[in-house]
């Protein structure tokens, strides 16, 4: 009778070392698309699911997979890790790893590859890999074959280390290292067959070192913007601070410090506390306001308008930028004077002159955002039945009143009233992800400050991979990573994420509605803004002069999508929501799960 076990497999061995690397050095979710050349990888990857030391997260479509990746590291501050197949898999990572280099996320790619023999002779599913991020990885690693020798799984658990070290931009020595900072890495796996098979050797368990605990422990934190030995700040000129994307709570709280006005984007991190300025754009249209702006102090990445480069590029202002680390410096028209890794300000307290300075700013701006005052009237007290003295004035003007209310639940959902209700929805146990669409800029313009987590894909601004980067700060957000119980005092927030984003966002992205077979779904609210294409490009100003027919046609490119049909197919529930009484009720709506929320806007 033939034996039916499996051929050893060098593959296999290095496989589940590489992996078992991972883990022991802090890695907790593993994202695997399928792939012939890469089954030792995803098989390994099961098994570590299965002894309960990950959570496997399987997606048909590479692009989707990375930025799963991506936005599981967003939220937990760990590298998430995505495994791949040869050829244009390994390019589908492209967006995702750029995204992830310039926003300064750690993510590792694990890409399997053809051995040497197979190079260079076209081969099927065989292209360039070592070099196909060039510019973009931290750190990059293209390992030969394995062929059975001493030494190979010690190898590949060394290269899981640095490559989880290289993403949190931490040198051998465990230091941080600011340029470049956190980021991709790229471990490229030639495999020879037997693809996988049995082990010939028995790699070491993950050690116990790797809890996600001692990763977040040494993982850097946009609190080294601001700090006792950074840059000294002093009072005197009259000065702003701007918060934009990745700027987090610091810029806040060194606006405070400093009794200066705060120009935060919505998704920095930094949008609210007493100096915030939400009409910052407004007001720097203003020659008085603008013109009397002597230094601006700059966090993050800002990308929501155009004022705030203007503004660092011009003359007259010192223009002094601030990150923790990257390789790039925001330097809009090359006018900064200064960069800092770190900043503090000067340790006194904001004069009189400072706090007329910051209040005229957020007076004006409050007052520019101030709804038009109503002559509704607003009883103090609803009508009983034991009301008989009632003035017959008075019971009508109550009445007026419900009707008042009733007609404003009526309502069609306007752009700025979307925004402003998924803004109000928000706690700061819940989690908020902004698209590339008009949306988030909306929401820049117009919602009160608030301290609620925000994310957004801002590293390029672009709409790829939203729908599957909300997934990852959802499940990174509600579920606690393997070895955390649920009910753990430090396990992560069990809210809701909410995922504003355009039509053509999601279209872009509809493959990412569809999880792996078995998965936990999260609690995610997908809102989408529907007005037929991408009225984004409206705003260009080449849409006053061009054929609108052919404008429509290449730019704002209309489509009649069923979003309902789309939801069905994909398994999630859906909600349409074209009043304001109804966008209330999805949005307050409890579901386990994930549901598409569609609304209809005019163009």
Request: aromatic share 4%; no cysteine; hydrophobic share 45%.
């Amino acid at each position: 009778m033939p034996d039916a076990s499996p051929a050893p497999s060098p593959a296999s061995d290095v496989a589940h070392a590489l992996l078992e690397g991972l883990v022991a050095a802090g890695v907790t979710d593993l994202v695997v698309s399928p792939g012939s050349r890469s089954q030792a990888l995803a098989l390994a990857a099961a098994e570590l699911e299965q002894r309960g030391l990950v959570r496997l997260h399987v997606r048909i479509d590479e692009r989707g997979a990375g930025f799963l990746a991506v936005g599981l590291a967003r939220e937990s501050g760990r590298p998430a890790a995505v495994i791949t197949t040869s050829g244009t898999a390994v390019a589908n990572l492209h967006p995702a790893v750029l995204e992830a280099h310039h926003s300064g996320v750690p993510l590792v790619v694990v890409t399997a590859d053809r051995p040497e023999e197979l190079q260079r002779v076209r081969a099927n599913q065989t292209t360039v890999q070592p070099g196909i991020f060039a510019g973009a990885v931290r750190l990059e690693h293209d390992v030969a074959a394995p062929e059975g020798l001493v030494g190979e799984t010690d190898a590949a658990q060394a290269i899981a280390r640095d490559a989880v070290a290289a993403s949190l931009g931490l040198d051998a020595d465990g230091a941080f290292v600011p340029d470049p900072g956190p980021g991709p890495v790229h471990v490229n796996l030639a495999m020879r067959e037997p693809l996988s098979g049995a082990r010939t050797s028995d790699a070491a368990a993950p050690a116990g070192g790797g809890s996600a605990a001692s990763v977040i422990a040494v993982a850097p934190h946009a609190s080294a913007a601001v700090g006792p030995h950074g840059a000294l700040i002093a009072h005197g000129p009259r000065t702003v601070v701007v918060a934009g994307a990745g700027a987090g709570p610091e810029a806040e709280q060194f606006a405070r410090d400093g009794g200066w006005p705060l120009f935060a984007e919505v998704v920095s991190g930094a949008h609210f506390g007493p100096n915030l300025v939400v009409a910052y754009r407004e007001l720097l249209r203003d020659v008085v306001f603008a013109g009397a702006i002597e230094r601006v102090v700059v966090f993050g990445h800002p990308t929501l308008s155009r004022e705030v480069p203007a503004l660092v590029a011009r003359d007259g202002v010192e223009a002094i930028v601030v990150a923790p680390s990257g390789i790039e410096w925001y330097n809009p028209g090359h006018g900064v004077d200064r960069f800092h890794r770190a900043v503090r300000v000067e340790p006194r307290r904001p004069g009189a002159e400072e706090r007329a300075w910051v209040g005229r700013w957020v007076f004006t701006s409050r007052r520019m955002l101030e709804p038009a005052p109503s002559e509704s009237y607003v009883p103090s007290a609803e009508p009983t039945p034991h009301d008989h003295d009632l003035d017959l004035a008075e019971l009508d003007a109550r009445r007026a009143y419900v009707q008042a209310s009733v007609d404003a639940m009526r309502e069609p959902v306007t752009r700025r009233s979307l925004v402003e209700a998924v803004w109000s929805a928000t706690w700061p146990h819940d989690r908020l992800v902004f698209g590339a669409s008009r949306l988030v800029r909306d929401a820049d313009r117009a919602v009160a400050g608030r301290r609620v987590t925000v994310h957004a894909n801002r590293g390029l601004s672009g709409i790829d991979g939203t729908v599957a980067t909300a997934l990852g700060v959802a499940i990174a957000s509600q579920f606690p990573p393997p070895g955390v119980a649920d009910e753990a005092a430090d396990a992560p927030a069990h809210g809701t994420t909410r995922a504003l984003i355009g039509d053509v966002t999601l279209l872009h992205d509809a493959g990412s509605l569809l999880a792996g077979s078995g998965e936990r779904m999260p609690r995610l609210q997908v809102i989408v803004g529907n007005d037929g294409g991408g009225s984004i490009f409206d705003a260009l100003e080449v849409a006053g002069t061009a054929d609108p027919a052919a404008f429509d046609r290449v730019q704002f490119t209309p489509h009649a999508v069923d979003l309902a049909a789309l939801a069905r197919a994909y398994g999630w529930e859906y909600a349409h929501a074209d009043t304001a009484g109804a966008l209330d009720a999805a949005l307050t709506a409890t579901r386990p799960g994930p549901v598409l929320i569609e609304v209809p806007l005019a163009r």
